[in-house]
């Protein structure tokens, strides 16, 4: 460990998941063989809705956008994890690990929104299907896509401007496989706390206000569901909306469980585990779940190939 006084250390050392090297080359495989597949199925989900229109639906736009921040975010993530555990080099530099901590943050934030953003879009779906096309128009897509981005970008900025004024004199090893906020503030020399409730704020305040709009929307779309009196009929309005539940569970359930509470009850085990699933596995499941329980989607990858062998057929 490094120790200087007043000045901030040039680099950090991050520690990993564990010094085993036979662990090191198990893991390396196993999130070498998830980041594969998170690329294919992320550019898959990408290329099957850009190639068939009858997917040019607001759904399908948030979808695409989905897809590109859970690529995106794996990506920000999953190399240099891989890296680090194939190799004896595990420093980062001090402005390479803010870098990876302010798109970090910038996607997560994204993401809660564009969750929220889907979640109104099945809600008028389901609650207001004459309104739909008007309601659900093209500049609202956008506007909501845009403001997504926009929020992820003031929440990363302030987190990242926050943690950067700090000191980390007391040591550079971060407990953590990559540059997270809680494994940072807890190197630094200086008094976190003015930090700590500056950021537990706006990141209590990004959930909060996303997960309550999703929670809104559902309670909204179950209650028109039940109204509903064919079984067929409800089965058909929650199949369209079962999807999106599934992954704004397991996103929100890891996020709520390892960042709304203060740095000094982080764990390393617990918390590092539930880091693993929402940075590495969680971008895999996305396009997984879209597909495999989305009957639209496959039948779009059937034309798609169907095309594919016509055109080779005439050639």
Known sequence: MSRRNNTNVPDFILMGLTDAEEIQLLLFALFLLIYLVTVLGNVGMILIIRLDLQLHTPMYFFLTHLSFLDLTYSTVITPKTLENLLTSNTYISFMDCFTQLYFFVFLAAAECFLLSSMAYDRYVAICNPLQYPLIMSTRLCCALVTGSYMIGFMVSSINVLC?????????????????????????????????????FIVAGSTLMVSLITIAVSYVSILSTILKINSTSGKQKAFSTCASHLLGVTIFYGTMIFTYLKPSKSYSLGKDQVASVFYTIVIPMLNPLIYSLRNKEVKNALFRIMKKGDTSRQLK
Not at 173 to 180: A, E, L, N, R, T
Not at 187 to 196: H, K, N, P
């Open 163 to 199: 943690m950067s004024r700090l000191h980390y004199c007391d040591s550079n090893v971060i407990h953590h496989f990559f540059c997270d906020t809680l494994p940072i503030l807890a190197l630094s020399c200086t008094d976190t706390f003015d930090t700590e409730i500056m950021i």
